[in-house]
C-alpha cells in the first residue's frame, strides 16, 4: 500500500489542523495506521494508531484528549484531527501502515511522506 501524508501548515498555538493520509495500492482496511512526528534531532514517535476497522484505537499520553485519529476505509484515508495545539507539536508528521497491532515504530513496513506542521507561540 501506498501512503501520502497532507494537511500540515503553519498554526498558532491553540489552533487546529486535520491531516489526511490517502492510500492506495492495497486492501486498505487491512491495515492498521499510525501516525507518527518527528522533531529535529528526535526520534521519529508514534502518536496515534488505528486498527483496520477503526474500532480500536491507542494514543500517547502527550496527545490525549487533543489529537483524535480516525478512518474512512470508503475513501482509503486515514485522520487526524489535531486540536489544541502547542509549540512543541512543531515537527514533520509522517503517516505509516502495517498489518500487525501493536509493533514498534520502525517496524511499520509502508511509509508515506511527511508534512510539516508548524505551531506558532
Known amino acids: 500500500v501506498q501512503l501520502q501524508a497532507s494537511g500540515g501548515g503553519l498554526v498558532q498555538a491553540g489552533g487546529s489542523l486535520r491531516l489526511s493520509c490517502a492510500a492506495s495500492g492495497g486492501a486498505f482496511s487491512s491495515y492498521v495506521i499510525g501516525w507518527f512526528r518527528q522533531a529535529p534531532g528526535l526520534k521519529r514517535k508514534l502518536l496515534a494508531r488505528i486498527s483496520g476497522s477503526g474500532g480500536a484505537t491507542t494514543y500517547v499520553d502527550s496527545v490525549k484528549g487533543r489529537f483524535t485519529i480516525s478512518r474512512d476505509n470508503a475513501k482509503n484515508t486515514v485522520y487526524l484531527q489535531m486540536d489544541s495545539l502547542k509549540p512543541e507539536d512543531t515537527a514533520v508528521y509522517y503517516c505509516?501502515?502495517?498489518?500487525?497491532?501493536?509493533?514498534?515504530?520502525?517496524?511499520?513496513?509502508?511509509w508515506g511522506q511527511g508534512t510539516q506542521v508548524t505551531v506558532s507561540s
Open positions: 505509516a501502515a502495517d498489518r500487525r497491532w501493536g509493533i514498534s515504530t520502525m517496524q511499520y513496513t509502508n
